[in-house]
């Protein structure tokens, strides 16, 4: 199956950005969703995840009240709204098939830069 992840860019603190998933041969309406991040020189870092209906999100600490996960099942695509944005939350992107700490894999990320 398949993942692609876009909305990525360059943005100055404060700013926002939408990120988009879109998924592929596998039924995503049946899948919770997770977004993970991976900053410079760092390990991978869990942002966010969604249960296949969108009935249940869960967030980070550093990402609570600033992004927003959503999904539309029939389009079957996944979305990561952040607003507020912070220097610190310069990473690579990713959306990964699976709920927070069981997803298994991810697309190939999208670069998200905060900075003046």
């Known amino acids: 199956f398949q993942l692609v992840e876009s909305g990525g860019g360059l943005v100055q603190p404060g700013g926002s950005l939408r990120l988009s998933c879109v998924a592929s041969?596998?039924?995503?309406?049946?899948?919770?969703m997770t977004w993970v991040r991976q900053a410079p020189g760092k390990g991978l870092e869990w942002v966010s995840s969604?249960?296949?209906?969108?009935?249940?999100?869960t967030y980070a600490d550093s990402v609570k009240g600033r992004f927003t996960i959503s999904r539309d099942n029939a389009k079957a695509t996944l979305y990561l709204q952040m607003n507020s944005l912070k220097p610190e939350d310069t990473a690579v992107y990713y959306c990964?098939?699976?709920?927070?700490?069981?997803?298994?894999?991810r697309g190939q990320g999208t670069q998200v830069t905060v900075s003046s």
């Open positions: 990964a098939k699976g709920p927070a700490g069981g997803w298994d894999t």
């Open positions: 041969g596998f039924t995503f309406s049946w899948s919770p």
């Open positions: 969604m249960t296949n209906t969108g009935s249940r999100t």
